[in-house]
């Protein structure tokens, strides 16, 4: 596994995690999303640890997405095991979700599809005032999971969700904030102190209190769960869409850099 894909630095009570493929403008892998939810796993059991930022390498994208080119490399049979029954994404949004402590998404950069889903899914997101975020599974022909989109109704609200993924627009700007998709935008030059600043007033509060209300928090979330007929129509429809003609020109185009010429098969 390349262990280089995310970088770990801890100071103080504040851990950082890096995604770290500057060159592929920090696309996951799924080694990345494997050594995210280790990373976050250890963290967990990490008494000092009480507030964790996410970002992205260099200053131009957060993360461009999933990169569909890429795939895991020397898996043990007891994360085997965990794949059998979960993707490496949803292993690593489970793992944010669920660490204990709040965790801060530092955009700096852009993030698109599989990295903003990645951003949503944390407590917090706090965004130089000049990236772009947006989903784009309709413009690759993807169906995207009920899960997520249920993640993004709960952030930003139906009519949002509904816009972001029937458009596949790229947002920015106040935008960004008004449809809830960060909490703060702010300078380029002020993100690093502006996040730190703000992990830093969180790790200096009661370990119990934060631990207690986002565990509340997600028994609030999780109590309009999908039941199984839904999940399993879901499954049929994203099957069906995985398997299409569309979905392979959607991704020879976004590759060739070209406007997809979808027939709806």
Known sequence: MNT????????????TLVL???EKRNAQTPDMLILLHEALNQAAEDKAVRAVILRGQGDK???SGYDITAIPT??????QALLDKKSPFELALDSIINFPYPVIAMLNGFAFGGACD?????????AAD???MGMVPARLGMVYFPDGIQRFIRTIGWPNTKEMFFTARRYKGDK???????NYLVPRKDLQTFTEGMAAEIAGNAPLSLKGMKRIMNLIASSESLDTPVLEEARHLIEKGLSSQDLKEG???FLEKRKPNFKGQ
Do not use: H, W, Y
């Open 4 to 15: 280089e894909q995310l970088l770990v630095e801890k100071n103080g009570a504040i851990l």
């Open 20 to 22: 770290n493929r500057p």
């Open 61 to 63: 994208a957060f993360s």
């Open 74 to 79: 020397r898996i043990s049979p007891e994360l």
């Open 118 to 126: 990645l951003a949503v899914a944390c407590d917090l997101r706090i």
């Open 130 to 132: 000049d990236i772009q």
């Open 176 to 182: 960004l904030k008004s449809m809830g998709l960060v």
């Open 251 to 253: 991704q020879t185009a």
